[in-house]
Nanobody, 127 residues
């Protein structure tokens, strides 16, 4: 079992940047597929990006792939989401999520696939 704790949210003006962190506790983190989701007020939760904790390519939502970046710090067991050129439509609660990866790519962008969730961190972008 793992536990996920997000941090790094805040308020920025349009065009600004934020870096979110997802700290992973418990083990083994290497067995998990990690993702970021977000949920704006009145909207459904949507996939932002996903990657295996250990290694591998990142899957991106179309709105994120030209502005956001993933990185990992294995020493601190932390996954980062660097968000650049933020726009008001990026305003949402951002969640870190994970599930134990068994080799299938099916359902990676669906929240129903993920068994572990953080508490979320608020990102607010003003125009």
């Amino acid at each position: 079992q793992i536990q996920l704790t997000e941090s790094g949210g805040g308020s920025v003006q349009a065009g600004g940047s934020l870096r979110l962190a997802c700290k992973i506790s418990g083990s083994p983190a290497s067995a998990y597929y990690m993702a970021w989701f977000r949920q704006a007020p009145g909207k459904e939760r949507e996939f932002v990006s996903g990657t295996r904790y250990s290694t591998g390519p990142t899957t991106w939502a179309d709105f994120a792939k030209d502005r956001f970046l993933n990185s990992r710090d294995y020493s601190s067991k932390t996954l980062y989401l660097q968000m650049n050129n933020l726009q008001p439509e990026d305003t949402a609660v951002y969640f870190c999520a994970a599930f134990r990866f068994v080799g299938s790519d099916s359902g990676l962008t669906s929240e129903k696939t993920y068994s572990h969730w953080g508490q979320g961190t608020q990102v607010t972008v003003s125009s």
